[in-house]
C-alpha cells in the first residue's frame, strides 16, 4: 500500500516491552507505541480524545473478539487498535499510524497532512 508522506524511524524493537505503552515524539506528533505478546505493533495518537490529555500509552491493552483494543486511564472508553473506532461512545475515535519495523527498528509513517 503507498502512504503518501513520510516513515520515521522512532526506536529499536527490542526497547518495547509487550503490553506496556510507549509515548514517542514523532515530529509533532506525540504517539502511544504499543507491541502486544504476539508481536503484532501498534502506533496511535497519545492524545485521550475526550479530554485532550496525552495518557493513551498509559492504556490498558486487551481485546474485544479477535479485535485488539485499548482503554483510556481516564475514563475507560475502549478503542480498536488498528482502526481507531470508538466501541464504547461512537462520537469519539483515536487516531491511527502505520507502523512498520526494518531491520529491528520501528518506524511510524507520518502522512503530509500529519
Known amino acids: 500500500m503507498n502512504h503518501p ?3 520515521i524511524r522512532v526506536c529499536s524493537l527490542d526497547e518495547l516491552e509487550p503490553l506496556w505503552g510507549e509515548a514517542a515524539l514523532v515530529g509533532d506528533e506525540q504517539l502511544a507505541i504499543l507491541l502486544l505478546p504476539n508481536g503484532g505493533l501498534y502506533a496511535v495518537d497519545n492524545r485521550d480524545p475526550v479530554t ?4 493513551m ?3 490498558i491493552v486487551g481485546s474485544r473478539g479477535d479485535r485488539f483494543t485499548i482503554a483510556s486511564p481516564l475514563h475507560k472508553q475502549v478503542y480498536d487498535l488498528e482502526t481507531g473506532e470508538c466501541f464504547t461512545t461512537a462520537e469519539y475515535s483515536l487516531r491511527t499510524y502505520p ?4 531491520d529491528g527498528e520501528v ?3 507520518l502522512s503530509e497532512a500529519a
Open 5 to 7: 508522506g513520510t516513515w
Open 107 to 109: 518506524h511510524v509513517h
Open 99 to 102: 507502523v512498520r519495523v526494518e
Open 52 to 55: 485532550g490529555s496525552f495518557v
Open 57 to 59: 500509552s498509559r492504556g
